[in-house]
């Protein structure tokens, strides 16, 4: 479903979006100027360890956040040309579940234990869409057959707990795409599930985006399960955008040295997959007191005093759809002096230890 005189115009333009949090600790930046365009029928890939961002930025986007969030005036999140920070209250009652929907990280969590599939799945379509009982009752077991459930009539009338970890996350998925949103946002989808059920889900999500023509952002920490699937990735480091690219074009050229250290910790498919980001050694910096520099400095292999003391901003090479933010960039011969010269000094302009490290 296109808008009439929406064409050309990115389904969702994300500007210079910062979101702290007030802590006990002091201002926590959770999210540091991302900005990013989403066509219609895209889908994004958004990569990061824990605790990058990812999930406070879509939860920006949604406007979920809690009150303790902190926002910048000049952050600006445009659907299909509408500012949604401008929405009316009663705009914004029915916006997020029928332009944008979501499907969460633990399917346990996002249903209601007591109350049976047949209801979440039917009260927001009889909310959002004002169905009668029996229409929604029949979308519902349309929906239930689309996220191929089998017997969908049947479950209708189950508890959660009465269903697997893999069916309930497709009853999530159902209800995620209950009202057609332009866009689903899919934070984590597998990471709850063990691996077989893992691909199974993340095939259905791929299949139901194409033939519902919808956008996706697939958010995970896992560098692997975005390389098939998404159209564009962008890697998150501490809070900020370190790369962005096509998705063959990242993996032909990755030139952050995030990205390229992500890249090498995707282990061979005998290794459970939740052991992946451990590869890169040190942590990341404490978001209360982010370093002046590079967030990335304490543990890049690159690292130089000019490192440590600016902040890195995304600038493209040639490319303009494949940006990054580093002044030593990997496979440039800036990069390459840059890490030949650490080698040979046996550590970075932060003292890692480049003899401690593994030969890549
Ligand atoms: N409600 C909150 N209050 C304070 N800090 C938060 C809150 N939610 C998230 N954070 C912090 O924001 C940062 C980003 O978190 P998050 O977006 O959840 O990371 P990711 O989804 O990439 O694992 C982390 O440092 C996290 O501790
Ligand atoms: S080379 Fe410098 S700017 Fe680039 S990622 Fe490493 S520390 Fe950051
Ligand atoms: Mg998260």
């Given at each position: 479903m296109s808008t009439p005189g929406a064409s050309?115009?990115?389904?969702?333009?994300?500007e210079n979006l910062s979101t702290a949090f007030r802590t006990s600790r002091g201002i926590l930046r959770a999210v540091d100027e991302v900005s990013f365009t989403l066509e219609k029928g895209e889908t994004l890939g958004i990569v990061g360890e824990s605790g990058s961002g990812k999930s406070v930025l879509?939860?920006?986007i949604m406007n979920i956040l809690p009150r303790t969030a902190l926002i910048p005036p000049q952050t600006k999140v445009i659907l299909e040309g509408k500012d949604t920070r401008l929405l009316s209250r009663a705009e914004a009652k029915h916006f997020w579940g029928t332009q944008i929907a979501m499907v969460f990280q633990d399917p346990m969590t996002s249903l209601n234990p007591v109350k049976k599939i047949g209801t979440q799945i039917t009260d927001p379509l009889r909310f959002h869409l004002g169905m009668s009982k029996s229409a929604a009752r029949a979308r519902a077991i349309e929906l239930l057959d689309l996220v191929r459930i089998p017997e969908p009539a049947r479950r209708l009338n189950q508890y959660?707990?009465?269903?697997s970890g893999g069916m309930r996350q497709r009853?999530?998925?159902?209800?995620?795409?209950?009202?057609?949103?332009?866009?689903?946002?899919?934070?984590?989808?597998?990471?709850?599930?063990?691996?077989?059920?893992?691909?199974q889900i993340l095939d259905l999500l791929e299949n139901l985006q194409r033939d519902l023509n919808?956008?996706?952002?697939?958010?995970?920490?896992?560098?692997?399960?975005?390389?098939?699937?998404?159209d564009r990735i962008a890697v998150m480091y501490a809070g900020r955008m370190?790369?962005?690219?096509?998705?063959?074009?990242?993996?032909?050229?990755?030139r952050h040295p995030y990205a390229e250290a992500l890249l090498k910790s995707i282990p061979r498919l005998e290794n459970p997959s939740h052991t992946?980001?451990?590869?890169?050694?040190?942590?990341?910096?404490?978001?209360?007191?982010?370093?002046?520099?590079c967030r990335f400095a304490s543990r890049c292999r690159y690292a130089q005093d000019r490192c440590v003391a600016e902040l890195p901003e995304l600038t493209t090479a040639g490319d303009p759809d494949h940006r990054f933010a580093c002044f030593f960039p990997v496979g440039t011969p800036e990069g390459e002096r840059a890490l030949a010269a650490n080698l040979a000094a046996g550590q970075t302009?932060?003292?890692?230890?480049?003899?401690?490290?593994?030969v890549s």
């Open positions: 050309g115009m990115p389904l969702l333009q994300v879509v939860r920006s959660p707990h009465e269903l009853v999530i998925i159902a209800i995620a795409l209950s009202c057609n949103p332009k866009l689903l946002v899919a934070d984590e989808p597998t990471t709850a599930l063990d691996v077989t059920v893992q691909k919808m956008a996706m952002i697939l958010i995970t920490h896992d560098l692997g399960v975005v390389a098939g699937r998404a370190v790369e962005t690219a096509d998705t063959k074009a990242l993996f032909r050229n990755m992946r980001l451990d590869a890169i050694s040190g942590r990341p910096p404490d978001m209360v007191r982010p370093p002046a520099g302009a932060t003292g890692l230890d480049l003899h401690a490290q593994a």
